[in-house]
Nanobody, 124 residues
Framework: QVQLVESGGGVVQAGGSLRLSCAAS????????MGWFRQAPGKEREFVAA????????VHADSVKGRFTISRDNAKNTVYLQMNSLKLEDTAVYYC?????????????????WGQGTQVTVSS
């Protein structure tokens, strides 16, 4: 099993910044993609960003391009999501996920392991 623990969520004013972190532990994975998804109240969970094992491939949803940046530190088994210029519509629970097949995809079904989520609230 793989355990994922997110941190860094909180309340921030519109236009502000937050950095989310997600640390992976447990079963040893050879190479894997790490991704971020989010779910707002009453809405389906949606893709935010993904990064492959080497970090050479990153994918960001159109809604966050130019504002959010995904990165990772394999020595720490940790993925980060730097969120700048936050908007009210970015309010959601943010989930970290792992695709053990390293596909750097956007679909939820590709990701086998999920964290518990961290709340991000953007206020006006």
């Amino acid at each position: 099993q793989v355990q994922l623990v997110e941190s860094g969520g909180g309340v921030v004013q519109a236009g502000g910044s937050l950095r989310l972190s997600c640390a992976a532990s447990g079963r040893t994975l050879v190479t894997y993609t790490m991704g971020w998804f989010r779910q707002a109240p009453g809405k389906e969970r949606e893709f935010v960003a993904a990064i492959n094992w080497s970090g050479g491939v990153t994918v960001h949803a159109d809604s966050v391009k130019g504002r959010f940046t995904i990165s990772r530190d394999n020595a720490k088994n940790t993925v980060y999501l730097q969120m700048n210029s936050l908007k009210l519509e970015d309010t959601a629970v943010y989930y970290c996920a792992v695709d053990p097949r390293n596909r750097a995809g956007t679909a939820l079904y590709l990701y086998e392991y999920w964290g518990q989520g961290t709340q991000v609230t953007v206020s006006s």
